[in-house]
């Protein structure tokens, strides 16, 4: 089944105490992308990879790191996670980067807590 | 970049046609435009995508004026289960960028 996975789905954390949440997607996309999700903020974009080592900022890339060594994976890390990170990440692939007329298909989402 | 404006809300009732209406002044000309839908707790999935005129899917329908500076989704009969959060994208290509800016989306209440 076609899909993008994430984990943990739920991660409770301190302030401080780095963490990672996995991407993967089994549908050779190139183009992956981290959100953060906000009530009443919509979706905001992290950050973005347009393939294997090419990664990009998007709108609120503070305090986050990619990675995308492989291109089914994409981890989104947080170094010093911070209380105003708290929020649902979603990650989210295409099959290409393009002008926004590629599909995203996303993951079902990880809510993190830091305290 | 294209920035999309949304209603922050809307309410219907069940078998009632809804049309909600995003607003991309900037739209550039090979941006295209694409509605998501979001149920909570759940990742966006894509619901119809264009680039002008009219486009008609099992789904819903999307209506795009010439000038394409905005775009309407139009649910028809709703039923409870349309209620959901509808996000307008439109492409973000800018220079280099292969940004996407979401806007904040429309939660969509159907009520019985």
């Known amino acids: 089944e076609a899909q993008v996975t994430q984990n943990p789905r739920y991660l409770i954390t301190v302030t401080g105490k780095k963490l990672t949440v996995t991407c993967s997607q089994n549908?050779?996309?190139?183009?992956m992308s981290w959100y953060r999700q906000d009530p009443g903020l919509g979706l905001r974009q992290i950050y973005y990879?347009?393939?294997?080592?090419?990664?990009d900022k998007g709108d609120v890339p503070e305090g986050y790191k990619v990675s995308r060594k492989e291109k089914r994976n994409f981890p989104l890390i947080l170094e010093s996670p911070s209380p105003n990170q708290t929020s649902l990440y979603f990650c989210?692939?295409?099959?290409?980067?393009?002008?926004?007329?590629?599909?995203?298909?996303f993951g079902p989402g990880t809510r993190l807590l830091v305290l | 970049l294209a920035k999309t404006t949304q209603p922050i809300s809307m309410d219907s009732y069940e078998g009632q046609e809804v049309n909600i209406t995003c607003s991309h002044n900037?739209?550039?000309?090979?941006?295209?435009i694409t509605w998501y839908q979001q149920f909570p707790s759940q990742g966006p999935r894509f619901i119809i995508q264009?680039?002008?005129t009219k486009v008609t899917n099992e789904v819903a329908s999307l209506f795009i004026p010439a000038d394409r500076k905005s775009s309407t989704l139009s649910l028809p009969r709703v039923s409870l289960s349309d209620t959901a959060v509808y996000y307008c994208?439109?492409?973000?290509?800018?220079?280099?960028?292969?940004?996407?800016?979401f806007g904040s989306g429309t939660r969509l209440l159907v009520r019985p």
């Open positions: 989210a692939s295409s099959r290409t980067p393009s002008q926004g007329q590629e599909t995203q298909y």
């Open positions: 549908m050779n996309h190139e183009y």
């Open positions: 990879s347009m393939n294997v080592e090419v990664t």
């Open positions: 900037n739209i550039a000309t090979n941006d295209y």
């Open positions: 264009g680039y002008k």
């Open positions: 994208l439109v492409g973000g290509r800018m220079d280099s960028s292969y940004k996407l800016i």
